[in-house]
């Protein structure tokens, strides 16, 4: 079985920065892209941001220039650094990858738990 599993996730002032990281587990052949979207009551979930295997990364328009992502694929990881975070940032963040199991032909989405960032003073 393969899972992600998110951490980094709490209660922070607007202004401050935050990091959230994400590791997957299990019987992994390959991973592709991987990423984070995000969820707010009330709305649908969000693409955040995505980096491809080679490093390549693109951002939602709210994000870019405070938001960074990046990955250590020895790891088989992802990280999300937040900065200049505002009120709206307030939602569940969810960890993403497309994922090869050991033996599997295509790649699945697997998805994480979500971990809850709340921006307020």
């Known amino acids: 079985q393969v899972q992600l599993v998110e951490s980094g996730g709490g209660l922070v002032q607007p202004g401050r920065s935050l990091t959230l990281s994400c590791a997957a587990s299990g019987s992994i052949f390959s991973i592709d892209a991987m990423g984070w979207y995000r969820q707010a009551p009330g709305s649908q979930r969000e693409l955040v941001a995505r980096v491809a295997r080679t490093g390549g990364a693109s951002y939602a328009d709210s994000v870019k220039a405070r938001f960074t992502i990046s990955r250590d694929n020895a790891k088989s990881a992802v990280y999300l650094q937040m900065n200049s975070l505002k009120a709206e940032d307030t939602a569940v963040y969810f960890c993403?990858?497309?994922?090869?199991?050991?033996?599997?032909?295509?790649?699945?989405?697997?998805w994480g738990q979500g971990t809850q960032v709340t921006v307020s003073s």
């Open positions: 993403y990858a497309k994922i090869k199991r050991t033996g599997a032909i295509y790649y699945s989405e697997i």
